[in-house]
């Protein structure tokens, strides 16, 4: 009887402490529960930081070192944003052209005020619209390569890397009668191979050190003006553009060019090309 009584003591224990265990952890995470949200807040909190250093790790170990500055020390000479800073020179370089609504009227604005400057051509448009790659030329610009469909760089191989300079070289060659020398990736991305590569095959890469900042959101004529004289100085390299998408509005960037060019000139600077500014010529065929 006895036994049976400590027997029946030890079942009941061990289902009450069955159902305690079953319970509290149900009440914790039962909805509403400021433990369970607690618990749960700090667990999605853990595993976004886990999510993000993954990412940055992975991204880390994929992406070599694009900073400008090195790519400057290890490329003299073949990667460059800055012309000499000894004499009171700039350069207006334009991206993204040709562009039958606002090319014309860039050029038209450069003529006027007898400036020459340098026109990044996209290879697919210049093979659309070739009458207006001749008038670059003819009217004493020169013409760089600034990829075939304006892809980034840095995410291409090789091979895709070569034949966006190739394309494009070979289209401008058949317009204008020369290989730019000159090449801009757009965004201004390239990775470090890509430019060995350029400099072994007589190309130089040219990025800015004055970024107008009229691709952003169809920037005022002041804004462009004001975007321009924040860090412009002797040598600079500024860039600009005259062609875009489709929802893109440059009249900023056409309005401002008379005043830009009418206060620089008051201060005493000269504008060049780019082939003026770095003392190399446009043509890769020329020595």
Request: net charge positive.
């Amino acid at each position: 009887m006895a036994l049976d009584l400590v027997s029946n003591l030890q079942k009941y224990s061990r289902a009450v402490l069955l159902t305690a265990a079953i319970l509290i952890p149900i009440q914790l995470w039962s909805p509403g529960s400021a433990a369970a949200a607690s618990v749960f807040e700090h667990t999605k909190i853990e595993a976004a930081h886990g999510e993000t250093t993954k990412k940055k790790e992975k991204a880390k170990a994929r992406k070599p070192d694009m900073s400008w500055s090195k790519l400057q020390k290890q490329f003299p000479g073949t990667f460059v944003i800055h012309g000499p800073r000894n004499k009171k020179r700039v350069a207006l370089t334009f991206d993204d052209a040709p562009d039958s609504r606002f090319t014309p009227a860039v050029l038209d604005v450069l003529a006027k005020y007898d400036v020459c400057a340098t026109f990044f051509v996209v290879g697919s448009r210049a093979a659309q619209k070739p009458d207006l790659v001749r008038r670059m030329s003819r009217e004493c610009h020169a013409v760089g390569n600034h990829s075939y469909n304006h892809a980034v760089m840095s995410k291409l191989s090789k091979e895709a890397f070569r034949k966006q300079i190739s394309r494009t070289d070979a289209i401008v060659n058949g317009i204008i009668g020369y290989h730019p020398r000159y090449i801009r990736p757009p965004y201004g991305e390239i990775l470090p191979a890509q430019v060995a590569w350029a400099k072994k095959n007589q190309f130089v890469v040219v990025n800015w050190d004055v970024d107008s900042v009229d691709w952003r959101n169809n920037p005022s004529t002041e804004t462009v003006l004001r975007n321009i004289r924040r860090t412009l100085q002797p040598g600079s390299i500024i860039l600009q553009h005259a062609g875009g998408g489709s929802s893109q509005d440059l009249s900023g960037t056409v309005n401002a060019l008379p005043r830009l060019i009418s206060s620089l000139r008051q201060k005493g600077y000269e504008f060049v090309t780019l082939p003026e500014l770095l003392g190399k010529p446009a043509y890769k065929n020329q020595k």
